[in-house]
């Protein structure tokens, strides 16, 4: 079985909903896994060593991860090395849809990526990772499934990395 953390930060909940249709993305498909959902301000740095997979999600402030996620990345640094390989992903929700939610998921995928993650786009919809504007659509919701189905999917190796 397959471990996977999905770690966000959420002030009014939007975000928090990303996490759970990712989980349910993660739930619905074939693949016999173990998912944790959440809250950054509760996970704990050394949890990290546990999991196959992380993805992490939060709101956009002025283009960029909220600072409690950057505060947790930073955090990360006494695990360096220790997370090469495993799967990595990222999501962001923002008020406007060219307020900086893909600068977001950059962000967090960046850091990931300097811990020698592997991390994945997809040719379809939203590139980079799910992204939400406002309140939540049924699409964006839909992308964030598919996300979670692509994450596990990845991390059991039934797609290649
Ligand atoms: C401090 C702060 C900075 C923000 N900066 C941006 C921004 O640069 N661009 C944007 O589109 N929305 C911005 N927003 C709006 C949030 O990204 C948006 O409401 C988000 O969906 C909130 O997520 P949450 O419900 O998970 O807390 C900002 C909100 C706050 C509180």
Redesign the pocket.
């Known amino acids: 079985m397959i471990k996977i953390l999905v770690c966000y930060y ?7 909903r990303m996490a759970e249709e990712i989980g349910k993305g993660m739930e619905e498909c074939e693949i016999d896994c173990e998912i944790d959902l959440q809250s950054v301000e509760v996970t704990d740095v050394d949890s990290l060593l546990e999991y196959d997979s992380i993805v992490l999600g939060s ?5 960029l991860p909220a600072g409690e996620m950057k505060s947790f990345l930073d955090e990360s640094v006494k695990h360096h090395g220790k997370l090469e390989g495993k799967v990595g992903g990222a999501f962001a ?4 849809p060219a ?3 893909e600068t977001t998921v950059i962000a967090l995928l960046e850091a990931l990526m300097i811990h020698g993650m592997v991390v994945k786009g997809t040719s379809k919809g939203n590139h980079y990772g799910p992204v ?1 504007i406002g309140k939540p659509e049924d699409g964006e919701l839909e992308q964030c499934r598919d996300y979670g189905k692509m994450i596990a999917e990845l991390t059991a190796g039934v797609i290649d990395r």
Do not use: F, K, L, Q
Not at 10 to 16: P, V
Not at 59 to 63: A, C, I, L, S, V
């Open positions: 959420s002030r009014s909940g939007t975000t928090e709101p956009t402030y002025y283009g929700s923002s008020a406007n307020g900086g939610n939400v």
